[in-house]
Antibody
Framework: EVQLLESGGGLVQPGGSLRLSCAASGFTFSTYAMSWVRQAPGKGLEWVSVISGSGDGYTYDAESVKGRFTISRDISKSTVYLQMNSLRAEDTAVYFC??????????????WGQGALVTVSS | EMVLTQSPGTLALSPGERATLSCRASQTIAKNYFAWYQQKPGQTPRLLIYGVSSRAPGVPDRFSGSGSGTDFTLTISRLEPEDFAVYYCQRYGSSPGLYTFGQGTKLEIK
Protein backbone atom coordinates (compact mmCIF):
# COMPACT_ATOMS: atom_id res chain seq x y z
CA GLU A 1 0.00 0.00 0.00
CA VAL A 2 1.31 3.43 -0.94
CA GLN A 3 1.76 5.69 2.04
CA LEU A 4 3.01 9.27 2.33
CA LEU A 5 3.62 10.65 5.81
CA GLU A 6 4.49 14.30 6.31
CA SER A 7 6.17 15.75 9.36
CA GLY A 8 7.85 18.96 10.45
CA GLY A 9 4.98 21.41 10.44
CA GLY A 10 4.48 23.97 13.17
CA LEU A 11 4.41 27.61 14.16
CA VAL A 12 7.21 29.86 12.90
CA GLN A 13 7.77 33.59 12.96
CA PRO A 14 7.84 35.67 9.77
CA GLY A 15 11.28 35.47 8.22
CA GLY A 16 11.95 32.12 9.83
CA SER A 17 12.66 28.69 8.38
CA LEU A 18 11.11 25.26 8.56
CA ARG A 19 11.80 21.92 6.92
CA LEU A 20 9.03 19.52 6.01
CA SER A 21 9.63 15.83 5.42
CA CYS A 22 7.53 13.27 3.59
CA ALA A 23 8.36 9.61 4.13
CA ALA A 24 7.15 7.39 1.32
CA SER A 25 6.53 3.67 1.27
CA GLY A 26 4.85 1.02 -0.83
CA PHE A 27 6.33 1.98 -4.20
CA THR A 28 9.64 2.47 -6.03
CA PHE A 29 10.30 5.96 -4.76
CA SER A 30 13.16 6.82 -7.12
CA THR A 31 11.09 6.55 -10.30
CA TYR A 32 8.18 8.80 -9.34
CA ALA A 33 8.03 12.58 -9.36
CA MET A 34 7.07 13.99 -5.99
CA SER A 35 5.45 17.35 -5.36
CA TRP A 36 4.45 19.62 -2.54
CA VAL A 37 1.01 21.19 -2.75
CA ARG A 38 -0.40 23.63 -0.22
CA GLN A 39 -3.82 24.76 0.83
CA ALA A 40 -4.34 27.91 2.85
CA PRO A 41 -7.19 27.79 5.40
CA GLY A 42 -10.50 27.76 3.56
CA LYS A 43 -8.80 28.21 0.19
CA GLY A 44 -7.98 26.17 -2.89
CA LEU A 45 -5.00 24.06 -3.89
CA GLU A 46 -1.69 25.61 -4.90
CA TRP A 47 1.16 23.57 -6.31
CA VAL A 48 4.50 24.52 -4.73
CA SER A 49 7.41 22.39 -5.96
CA VAL A 50 8.23 19.18 -7.81
CA ILE A 51 11.23 16.89 -7.99
CA SER A 52 11.35 14.49 -10.89
CA GLY A 53 11.65 10.74 -10.65
CA SER A 54 14.47 10.63 -13.13
CA GLY A 55 18.06 10.13 -12.08
CA ASP A 56 18.94 13.80 -12.18
CA GLY A 57 16.24 14.82 -9.69
CA TYR A 58 15.15 17.81 -11.76
CA THR A 59 13.32 20.38 -9.63
CA TYR A 60 10.89 23.14 -10.40
CA ASP A 61 9.16 25.67 -8.13
CA ALA A 62 6.12 27.87 -8.33
CA GLU A 63 6.89 31.56 -8.79
CA SER A 64 5.40 32.34 -5.38
CA VAL A 65 8.13 30.37 -3.59
CA LYS A 66 11.03 30.54 -6.03
CA GLY A 67 14.26 31.47 -4.28
CA ARG A 68 12.77 30.78 -0.83
CA PHE A 69 11.76 27.12 -0.90
CA THR A 70 13.89 24.16 -1.96
CA ILE A 71 12.66 20.65 -2.67
CA SER A 72 15.04 17.73 -2.34
CA ARG A 73 14.96 14.00 -1.81
CA ASP A 74 16.94 11.21 -0.16
CA ILE A 75 16.35 8.08 -2.21
CA SER A 76 17.99 5.86 0.41
CA LYS A 77 15.35 7.01 2.91
CA SER A 78 12.46 7.29 0.40
CA THR A 79 11.89 10.77 1.72
CA VAL A 80 11.23 14.10 0.06
CA TYR A 81 11.87 17.38 1.82
CA LEU A 82 10.76 20.97 1.53
CA GLN A 83 13.12 23.52 3.01
CA MET A 84 11.20 26.74 3.54
CA ASN A 85 13.13 29.95 4.22
CA SER A 86 12.11 33.58 4.56
CA LEU A 87 8.61 32.52 5.50
CA ARG A 88 5.75 34.97 5.16
CA ALA A 89 2.26 35.07 6.63
CA GLU A 90 0.85 34.12 3.24
CA ASP A 91 2.77 30.84 3.38
CA THR A 92 0.43 29.70 6.16
CA ALA A 93 -1.23 26.54 4.87
CA VAL A 94 -1.52 22.81 5.08
CA TYR A 95 1.29 21.35 3.02
CA PHE A 96 0.66 18.04 1.28
CA CYS A 97 3.21 15.86 -0.39
CA UNK A 98 1.83 14.14 -3.44
CA UNK A 99 3.01 11.49 -5.88
CA UNK A 100 2.80 11.66 -9.63
CA UNK A 101 0.39 9.03 -10.92
CA UNK A 102 2.90 7.25 -13.17
CA UNK A 103 6.63 6.76 -13.09
CA UNK A 104 9.19 8.59 -15.22
CA UNK A 105 7.29 11.75 -15.99
CA UNK A 106 5.33 14.68 -14.62
CA UNK A 107 1.80 13.49 -14.02
CA UNK A 108 -1.20 14.46 -11.88
CA UNK A 109 -1.20 13.42 -8.26
CA UNK A 110 -2.73 10.08 -7.39
CA UNK A 111 -1.49 9.68 -3.82
CA TRP A 112 -1.45 12.36 -1.12
CA GLY A 113 -0.15 12.57 2.39
CA GLN A 114 -2.39 13.70 5.22
CA GLY A 115 -0.81 17.15 5.30
CA ALA A 116 1.36 19.20 7.66
CA LEU A 117 0.11 22.53 8.99
CA VAL A 118 2.55 25.43 8.74
CA THR A 119 1.56 28.62 10.53
CA VAL A 120 3.62 31.76 10.01
CA SER A 121 2.81 34.29 12.69
CA SER A 122 4.46 36.45 15.29
CA GLU B 1 1.37 32.35 -16.74
CA MET B 2 -1.34 29.75 -17.12
CA VAL B 3 -4.65 30.54 -15.38
CA LEU B 4 -7.50 28.07 -15.01
CA THR B 5 -10.94 29.55 -14.35
CA GLN B 6 -13.65 27.24 -13.07
CA SER B 7 -17.37 27.89 -13.34
CA PRO B 8 -19.67 28.09 -11.62
CA GLY B 9 -18.12 28.87 -8.26
CA THR B 10 -20.94 27.03 -6.53
CA LEU B 11 -23.41 24.59 -8.02
CA ALA B 12 -26.51 23.50 -6.10
CA LEU B 13 -28.16 20.32 -7.33
CA SER B 14 -30.16 17.40 -6.00
CA PRO B 15 -29.13 13.75 -5.86
CA GLY B 16 -29.96 12.04 -9.12
CA GLU B 17 -29.41 15.17 -11.20
CA ARG B 18 -26.67 15.70 -13.74
CA ALA B 19 -23.78 18.01 -12.89
CA THR B 20 -21.68 19.87 -15.42
CA LEU B 21 -18.57 21.66 -14.20
CA SER B 22 -16.42 23.80 -16.48
CA CYS B 23 -12.80 24.85 -16.56
CA ARG B 24 -11.33 27.35 -18.99
CA ALA B 25 -7.59 27.78 -19.53
CA SER B 26 -5.93 31.05 -20.45
CA GLN B 27 -3.70 29.19 -22.94
CA THR B 28 -4.05 26.00 -24.94
CA ILE B 29 -3.22 22.98 -22.82
CA ALA B 30 -0.68 20.78 -24.52
CA LYS B 31 -0.90 17.03 -24.95
CA ASN B 32 -4.21 16.80 -23.05
CA TYR B 33 -2.33 17.20 -19.79
CA PHE B 34 -5.50 17.97 -17.85
CA ALA B 35 -6.99 16.47 -14.70
CA TRP B 36 -9.88 16.77 -12.24
CA TYR B 37 -9.85 16.22 -8.48
CA GLN B 38 -12.49 15.89 -5.81
CA GLN B 39 -11.97 17.11 -2.27
CA LYS B 40 -14.37 16.51 0.59
CA PRO B 41 -14.18 18.50 3.85
CA GLY B 42 -11.31 17.37 6.02
CA GLN B 43 -9.99 14.99 3.38
CA THR B 44 -7.14 15.04 0.92
CA PRO B 45 -7.85 15.56 -2.78
CA ARG B 46 -8.72 12.53 -4.87
CA LEU B 47 -7.68 12.22 -8.50
CA LEU B 48 -10.75 11.55 -10.64
CA ILE B 49 -9.76 12.17 -14.25
CA TYR B 50 -6.42 12.53 -16.04
CA GLY B 51 -5.52 13.01 -19.69
CA VAL B 52 -8.81 14.93 -20.08
CA SER B 53 -11.03 11.85 -20.09
CA SER B 54 -9.34 8.85 -18.43
CA ARG B 55 -10.80 7.81 -15.11
CA ALA B 56 -8.39 7.06 -12.29
CA PRO B 57 -8.61 3.57 -10.77
CA GLY B 58 -11.71 3.07 -8.64
CA VAL B 59 -13.56 6.15 -9.95
CA PRO B 60 -17.19 5.36 -10.80
CA ASP B 61 -18.22 5.61 -14.44
CA ARG B 62 -20.78 8.32 -13.63
CA PHE B 63 -17.77 10.66 -13.71
CA SER B 64 -16.58 11.66 -17.16
CA GLY B 65 -14.25 14.29 -18.56
CA SER B 66 -14.18 15.96 -21.93
CA GLY B 67 -12.78 18.94 -23.79
CA SER B 68 -9.72 20.13 -25.61
CA GLY B 69 -7.59 23.19 -26.17
CA THR B 70 -8.79 25.67 -23.55
CA ASP B 71 -12.22 24.38 -22.54
CA PHE B 72 -12.80 21.32 -20.38
CA THR B 73 -15.80 19.78 -18.65
CA LEU B 74 -16.37 17.34 -15.82
CA THR B 75 -19.77 15.65 -15.95
CA ILE B 76 -21.35 13.62 -13.19
CA SER B 77 -24.22 11.79 -14.82
CA ARG B 78 -26.37 11.08 -11.77
CA LEU B 79 -25.34 12.64 -8.50
CA GLU B 80 -24.94 10.41 -5.47
CA PRO B 81 -24.93 11.87 -1.94
CA GLU B 82 -21.18 11.25 -1.65
CA ASP B 83 -20.46 13.38 -4.75
CA PHE B 84 -21.12 16.69 -3.01
CA ALA B 85 -17.67 18.17 -2.58
CA VAL B 86 -15.27 20.71 -4.07
CA TYR B 87 -13.87 19.92 -7.50
CA TYR B 88 -10.60 21.26 -8.89
CA CYS B 89 -9.26 21.20 -12.40
CA GLN B 90 -5.53 21.02 -13.05
CA ARG B 91 -3.09 21.47 -15.87
CA TYR B 92 0.03 19.35 -15.37
CA GLY B 93 3.42 18.51 -16.76
CA SER B 94 4.06 21.28 -19.25
CA SER B 95 5.26 24.85 -19.42
CA PRO B 96 4.62 27.46 -18.30
CA GLY B 97 4.66 26.64 -14.61
CA LEU B 98 4.27 22.84 -14.91
CA TYR B 99 1.24 22.59 -12.61
CA THR B 100 -1.76 24.88 -12.21
CA PHE B 101 -5.01 24.38 -10.30
CA GLY B 102 -8.31 26.08 -10.88
CA GLN B 103 -9.91 27.86 -7.95
CA GLY B 104 -12.48 25.12 -7.40
CA THR B 105 -16.21 24.56 -7.84
CA LYS B 106 -18.25 23.70 -4.78
CA LEU B 107 -20.99 21.20 -5.54
CA GLU B 108 -23.61 21.41 -2.81
CA ILE B 109 -26.92 19.75 -2.11
CA LYS B 110 -29.96 21.74 -3.15
Amino acid sequence: EVQLLESGGGLVQPGGSLRLSCAASGFTFSTYAMSWVRQAPGKGLEWVSVISGSGDGYTYDAESVKGRFTISRDISKSTVYLQMNSLRAEDTAVYFCARGAFSNGLYPFDKWGQGALVTVSS
Amino acid sequence: EMVLTQSPGTLALSPGERATLSCRASQTIAKNYFAWYQQKPGQTPRLLIYGVSSRAPGVPDRFSGSGSGTDFTLTISRLEPEDFAVYYCQRYGSSPGLYTFGQGTKLEIK
